[in-house]
């Protein structure tokens, strides 16, 4: 399959990819971890570092929302897109839009919970975000399982989304990956 740079993802594409892809299943495996300490000022410590990923997390994906929004990604080489079935076409771009909606909502679930339960974010120690509701503990009781839903949910997608790329390489051999390899953009 020829691999002509009208069919590969720009260098910042690439770099926002991988950075939010390694914070991401950080966070991810951090915020899994963090939750079953014990109380201490370390747990306490650990939330904070949890809230300041998510927020930097959140800031990424605008860029990233900004970049997709002004830079058309390459389509799919017509040789892979007529020869896959169309529940995969769906599940393709279906997995992305899911994956880019809970880029924004885990972070501002979290941020919305943090907000509630009457802890700020202030972020890297140096910056205090306003509180996106008022302190309510009722309101935080409601709002603490969708975090975990969300993220849960984002973790099933990212897992599928590697799947499916592992797939397309191991399987298939149709190049689809190196699209998204850094040191090969145009």
Request: no cysteine; aromatic share 12%; charged share 10%.
């Amino acid at each position: 399959m020829p691999s002509s740079s009208a069919q590969r993802y720009t260098l910042p594409a690439i770099a926002l990819h991988w950075l939010l892809a390694a914070g991401l299943i950080g966070l991810l495996v951090f915020g899994w971890y963090m939750v079953d300490l014990p109380f201490s000022p370390t747990k306490l410590k650990y939330y904070n570092w949890h809230k300041w990923a998510g927020v930097t997390i959140l800031l990424l994906s605008v860029l990233r929302l900004l970049w997709r929004m002004t830079h058309r990604p390459p389509a799919l080489p017509r040789a892979m897109a007529a020869a896959m079935p169309r529940w995969q076409q769906l599940a393709h771009h279906g997995v992305h839009h899911l994956l880019y909606a809970l880029f924004f909502a885990v972070p501002l679930i979290g941020w919305a919970y943090s907000s509630a339960a009457g802890f700020p974010i202030v972020w890297f120690g140096v910056w205090q975000l306003p509180d996106l509701v008022a302190a309510n503990p009722a309101l935080a009781e409601a709002i603490k399982p969708w975090h975990m839903i969300s993220a849960y949910t984002l973790a099933a997608l990212i897992a599928l989304h590697i799947a499916a790329a592992l797939k397309h390489q191991l399987i298939d051999r149709d190049g689809l990956l190196r699209r998204m390899l850094p040191g090969q953009a145009r």
